[in-house]
């Protein structure tokens, strides 16, 4: 037996080889990556391939970053620690002092306080414009004008954008349009097959699909915004962990199935919904009551989603009932879940709103919005109506 000294521990062990091979990708924590010589590494540098240190990039977040982009019709996409980091990485990445922003007046929460509280205070205009009018829109333009951001389906409301009409706007201004597909996912629509620039998602909620990791995708049509995204990804160290990427790659795996199914019940569950005792009205794109009906059908091609929202016929006291009659349905601000989860905009992502804002949103003390997820139709239906019942 040779004697070594304890401190030999802390040399790294090759990995054991074997012909055959993993049929799981590895989780692969390591922050460095050792070079054998420094040529090695000049040359790695210079053409920035393979990995030297995590927050320039590592291979869980590669592998994930490949299979969404095939997900998306996309090239060298880029993973970042969650969908605020993305949208944090392309605003940082691509904007200066002076330029002007326009954002649907219905983005998530914190990307409407990034564009009112937070550009701003860089230097960077910003304003807010409903995305299902194109007069309001193009109204909204100016000269300094860098970049549209929008969501195709609007939260809570489920409105659907003009993406035609935004489109043809952006290029004929030759304004950058960046399309946060999160709600929508490329299972619904495809932002790069109607001309968007840039495409982001928070990966935390459809598409890893599990409620257990935190993460962000963004990807740019031009190859040179493709660079000054990453670099602010890495620069500002927006970079995602290992084990959520690795999370999130078993996770999209059953993205598709897990979508397909969500959407189908949602779509029965708005059915069952509208009309039902205590429901005063449904919001679901492919419903033909739906606001934006014959955009819905041309913008998703009948792909509604399993995003819904409804409005309860009484108030607060109403939906209180309603969540305490249906204690098994997770009353949680987040969505896509692969359960189906329920948030109330009045006391959470709308409570900064006055009640006059929230109405004019058309959002009441009764209104909820739904994810829905994979369980039973059946059992989402029976539960849904008994509790909307038990509120009157
Ligand atoms: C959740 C969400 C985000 C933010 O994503 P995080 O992963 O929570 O940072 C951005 N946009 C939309 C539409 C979202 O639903």
Known sequence: MIKT????????????TSVSRPVVTPLQPSVVYASPDPDALDAQYADASGFTYAREGHPNAEVLARKIDMLEGADNGIITGS???AIGAVFLGMLKAGDHVLGGDQLYGRSLRLMTQDLPRLGITTSLADPTDIDAMRAAIRPETRMILVEVVSNPTIR????????ALAKETGVLLVVDNTFTTPRSYKPFEHDADIVIHSVTKLLAGHSDATLGYVAARDPDHRTLINDANVTWGLTPSPFDCWLAERGLHSFELRYDRAQDNARKLADALAG???????IYP??????????????LGGQGGNMLSFELEGGRAAANAFTRAAPELAFAPTLGDIGTTLSHPASSSHRGLTPEGRSALGIS???FRVSVGVEDAE?????MTAAAAATV
Do not use: Q, Y
């Open 5 to 16: 000294p304890p401190t030999s521990l802390v040399r790294r062990t090759d990995w054991p």
């Open 286 to 299: 492919t419903r033909p009551d739906h606001p934006d009906h014959n955009r819905a059908t041309a913008v």
């Open 160 to 167: 659907v954008a003009d993406m035609e009409g935004i489109a």
């Open 83 to 85: 969908g605020m980091s």
């Open 379 to 383: 059992l989402l239906i029976n539960e």
């Open 276 to 282: 039902a005792k205590g429901i005063k009205r449904v």
């Open 365 to 367: 003390e009764g209104f």
